[in-house]
Structure formats: C-alpha cells, structure tokens
C-alpha cells in the first residue's frame, strides 16, 4: 500500500526488485521518493534520529539486494537540476588557456543523460562514460571509468550531507580519495551524495583516447583524438555490443555491469599468470590484469549457467553476471562464488565484486 506523506510519496513492502538493474532483491520495509535536496537531506536525518536503517538508491544499476529485502527505509533520489558555470578557468597550468566550464549536476539527474549533454554542448571529458546506467550520484562514489576514463579527471568537488556530523560538506577531488573503482564515499554509509561538480574543457574533440578497442573503433591510434560525437557513438555501439546498455527485452542488460573489477596485482602474482594474461600498468609497482580474461581461461565462457537455468554470465561478456527472467539473488551469489573460487584455484587471483551487496554476501 502506499499513502502521501506531504509532499513525499511513501510505500511500504515494495519489492526492491524492481528498484535495480538486476531485477532482484526482496521486500523494503518501507521506500520514499526525494525530489529535492532538502527532502533528501530530512528524510535520512528523520530516519536517523529514530535509529531507522536507511539504504540510499539511486539507478539500482550497482546494487545486488538480498531475497529477504532490506528492513527499513529507502530513500530514492530523484532530485533533478543542472548548473553550468562557463566561466570557470580549468585547474593546472597546461589547460588554462582552453578555458573550460564547471557543470553541477543535482545526484538524482540520469548520468547518461548528462554526458549527452556535454557532448551536445562540445564539452569534453566524459564522451567515454557513454552509456552506464545509474545517476549522478553515484559515479564518485566508485570512481566510475569505462574505456579509459574515470569521474576522477574532472570531478572537482562532491556535496554531500555528512550523517556523522549532521552537516552539508563538500570535497575537493583531492580530499575525495579516488582511486581505482573507490573513494572516500564507497563501501560506507556515513555520506549522502547531493550534488557534483565536474571541471570540463571546451572544444568539439574528445580527450585523448587511452582504450585500444576504443581507438580502434574510431580508427586512430592510441593517444590520438575524435570527435566527441563520434567517441559517444563508438562506446555505445561497444556497449550495447557486450550487453552493457540498458534494454528491458535484453535479458544480458538484466545485470549490474562488471560483477567483479579488475584485479591489481603485485609484480609476483602477475608474473605467475599465463604469458598471455594481459597486463596493464598500475602505479607503485602494481599490474593490473582483466577480470574477464581470467573468467574466460578459468573455464567459464559465455552464457555460462552451472547448471543454474534462471542466471548466467553474460552471453555477450563473460564479466557481467544477468538474470535470465526468474532468478533469485541466492542463484546470483551461487554463480558469482563458483566464478571467484574457480579463478582462484587456476590462478591464485581473488576477484572482488563490484556492486554493492545489501543484505547478502559472496
């Protein structure tokens, strides 16, 4: 059932299956909808001075939730507003002269349709994050990347409220503490994204392209440039090529993206693996190699069950853990441990997943 509360939509026993890309996840106590920032704000610190667990959701398209639900408050962020700041100055030395704009976006705005936006605009900078589901709130939150980007390049503050401290706080990208796949923010429920800022250049070329599939589908080489409309073009022909955009008759869309991110190595360990594993550069003496290889050459190929009919991996990429229709999360989580202890046991590799994990573990 559902009634209105002021101008806040609440319902309770709703189903968070439906709150998430996969499709999964039991019953919420109770779930309200936050159409600004200062309903955002007062919902969670109502729920907070009554000792009421809250789970922020955004887009569900990073969330696995249990079967048993989740026993307290939702809260769903939808608030919605841009911000363009054209005069902003861009932040070193080597790109001052390109001038630059500072776009805020509210963390309930699509991401994807914000980056559709820059790219109208010719603002560089995020034409290769095309195509991830979820909202703006989340992408510093686990420093989202795809084809050789990240959030972290152009993030350049996150607002947030501090439920420790019951206050706005507001972090520079240096204090926000990116790193691969992480920040301060990930893996902690103590801060409530509300708005971020991203630091953008101006021009009708993308940034220099870091991703060799990428560059080969533009037919440039590594560190050339493209256009930023066809850089947006070329990532989403990839992506709906591997399943990862959004399509609700696409059974392989039924996932949380990459289940499990890339592994960063020590020297040792990547050395150990097969002459063909690939390797990349990580910083510090660190290598990192592909999740979805080591999936492949484990022995799991794609649309691999395990005798699970209800899910799979992916039958267009082996990183993507889907719901074929009727699963359940426990299927998930089955299959998703049989893939991390198989790569272990042929490759001495811990794979760590990426979405966050509600009420269950792997």
């Not at 390109?98 to 980056?115: F, H, M, N, R």
């Not at 949380?256 to 002459?275: D, M, V």
């Not at 190699?289 to 082996?318: M, P």
């Amino acid at each position: 059932m559902s009634a209105g509360v002021g101008a806040v939509r609440e319902t309770f026993d709703l189903p968070l299956a439906g709150l998430t890309t996969l499709r999964l996840g039991g019953p919420a106590k109770r779930v309200v909808e936050a159409t600004t920032e200062d309903e955002l704000i007062g919902l969670v610190r109502d729920c907070d001075d009554r000792g009421e667990p809250v789970l922020v959701v955004g887009g569900g398209s990073n969330l696995v939730v249990g079967d048993s639900g989740f026993d307290g408050t939702v809260v769903r962020v939808a608030t919605r507003g841009i911000d363009v700041d054209a005069s902003a100055s861009c932040d070193s030395d080597a790109l001052a002269a390109c001038g630059g704009v500072l776009l805020t976006a509210a963390a309930g705005e699509p991401w994807d349709d914000l980056v559709a936006y820059t790219v109208e605009n010719e603002w560089p900078g995020l034409e290769a994050l095309s195509g991830i589901p979820g909202l703006v709130g989340a992408t510093p939150m686990q420093n989202v990347g795809a084809y050789g980007q990240e959030v972290a390049q152009t993030v350049w503050t996150v607002r947030t409220y501090d439920r420790h401290d019951r206050r706005v706080r507001t972090f520079a990208n240096a204090d926000c503490r990116f790193a691969y796949r992480d920040s301060r923010f990930k893996g902690s429920d103590r801060y409530v994204v509300l708005t971020v800022s991203y630091q953008l250049r101006e021009g009708n070329l993308g940034r220099p392209v870091a991703y060799a599939e990428l560059a080969r589908r533009l037919g440039i080489a590594v560190g050339e440039r493209a256009p930023l409309t066809e850089v947006r073009a070329a990532v989403l022909a990839l992506r709906t090529g591997k399943g990862m955009v959004l399509d609700a008759d696409d059974h392989d869309t039924w996932s949380a993206g990459s289940f499990f991110t890339n592994p960063i190595l020590t020297e040792a360990q990547a050395a150990a693996l097969p002459a063909d594993a690939p390797r990349w550069p990580a910083g510090d003496g660190l290598v990192k190699s592909s999740a979805a290889w080591l999936i492949e050459h484990a022995g799991f190929g794609r649309g691999y069950t395990g005798g699970r009919g209800d899910v799979s991996l992916s039958t267009k990429h082996t990183l993507a853990l889907t719901n074929r229709g009727e699963a359940s999360t426990a299927d998930l989580l089955g299959l998703a441990r049989e893939v991390r202890d198989g790569v272990r046991a042929a490759f001495g590799v811990e794979l760590t997943p990426e979405p966050t994990l509600v009420g269950c573990a792997l």
